[in-house]
Structures are given as C-alpha cells and as structure tokens.
C-alpha cells in the first residue's frame, strides 16, 4: 500500500535555527497536509496544500508541495521552545473515497534547547 | 474554529471491561474516524463514519466496535478491553469535500 516516508525521525536544535523535515511518497499525492502534535495532545492542523508547486506559509513556517507531488517539505524559521513536539505529514490515498482516512508519516520529534 | 471535543482525556480500566470512547464536533462534518497512536506506529485507522448510521472498517478494527447515531456523535467500543488496547486513542473530523481532517485532544487508555 502507499506509505509515507518522513525524515528526519528526530532533530535536536539551538533555539534561533531553521529547521527542515520532508515527507516523499512513491505514489502521487494530491493534498499534502502537515500537524504538528504536543506531548499528550491531539494533531493540530498546521498547513493544508492542494495544487503541485504550491508555496504556503503559516507565520515562521512555511511547506511546499513538490512538483511531482511525490513529496514535500516543511520549514520552521527562527525556532523557538514552543516549536518542541512532533510533526506530521499526512495525504490522502490515491482514488481517495469519499470518507477514507489520511496516510500518516511516522513523524518528526523535534527539540529545541534555549 | 472547528472543535472536536473527546470525552475523557485519561481512562484506566481493567481486562474484560467494556469501554465507550465518545467524539463530538461542531462543524457538522460528515466524516468521522477514530484512530489510535502508539510509539514507533504512528497513528492506524481503527473504524470511520461517512454518514449518520454508517461506518467502514480501517486498518485495525479487530476488538473495536463504533455507533453513530447523531452527525455529531461517533462513539469507539471496546467490547472487551484487553491490556494490548492500552494507547493514545484519537478522533477526527472532516468535511466531505476537503481532505483536511480535524484531531480532538485524545484520550490515553490504560486497560490493566
């Protein structure tokens, strides 16, 4: 079945740095959507991409959806400690039906020291 | 603001027990899942709902059961609890036209 590879697994960073992670598919996604989850909190929608080439920034953070629409990437500028939790990817199976369930990533964790 | 509110945010129960996971949002979404979350699996798709009365199995459904009477309402049923549903358990709503899916605050289950 399709699956989500995202890297890097884990990053560790200085409070200030930019940050990257990716998510790339071997099948075509047409919506790529990023969440980022707080220890013992549910997924919160961060950015939603719908069209191959699409910039998107949501204050510090900005994603693209790749123009094979096989991957995309999130970026967070300027990291702070609040940034600290784990991020996902997520993308519809291809011939999505109406009501099925997103493909997850396994996640980003990411830490920020001060 | 879309809210997705989740009935408990911590349960423990014991083995056998029956248990009843309850999801309510506000945007009268038709779609509904449920799913659960455990380190190093990500999150699996446990049952779904696109329509009041209907619902579809995920990935994992064994041990699980779901009701949807009400649009707003989609409860998770564990018929009886066993110490490997011990997880992060997570539900989420969404419009019928869009992909972009809203999570409630989870509910961590600890079946003893």
């Known amino acids: 079945g399709q699956q989500l590879n995202q890297s890097p697994q884990s990053m560790f960073i200085q409070e200030g740095e930019d940050v990257s992670m990716n998510c790339t598919s071997s099948?075509?996604?047409?919506?790529w959507l990023w969440y980022k989850q707080d220890p013992g909190e549910g997924p919160v929608l961060l950015i939603a991409?719908?069209?191959?080439?699409e910039l998107t920034s949501n204050g510090r953070l900005t994603a693209q959806f790749g123009i094979t629409r096989k991957d995309s990437f999130l970026n967070i500028s300027a990291s702070i400690p609040s940034d600290v939790g784990i991020y996902f990817c997520?993308?519809?199976?291809?011939?999505?039906?109406?009501?099925?369930?997103?493909?997850f990533g396994k996640g980003t964790t990411l830490s920020v020291s001060s | 603001d879309v809210k997705v509110t989740q009935s408990s945010r911590y349960l423990v129960k014991r083995t056998g027990e029956k248990v009843f996971l309850e999801c309510v949002q506000d945007?009268?979404?038709?779609?509904m899942f449920w799913y659960r979350q455990d380190p190093g699996l990500g999150l699996r798709l446990i049952y779904f709902?696109?329509?009041?009365?209907?619902?579809e199995k995920g990935d994992i459904p064994e041990g699980y059961s779901v009701s949807r009477e009400k649009k707003e309402r989609f409860s998770l049923i564990l018929e009886s609890a066993s110490t490997n549903q011990t997880s992060m358990y997570l539900c989420?709503?969404?419009?019928?036209?869009?992909?972009?899916?809203?999570f409630g605050p989870g509910t961590r289950l600890l079946v003893l």
């Open positions: 989420a709503s969404r419009e019928g036209h869009l992909e972009t899916q809203y």
């Open positions: 099948s075509i996604f047409n919506t």
């Open positions: 991409l719908y069209k191959a080439g």
């Open positions: 997520a993308g519809p199976p291809f011939k999505n039906q109406a009501g099925t369930a997103l493909i």
């Open positions: 945007m009268d979404h038709e779609n």
């Open positions: 709902s696109y329509d009041v009365k209907m619902k």
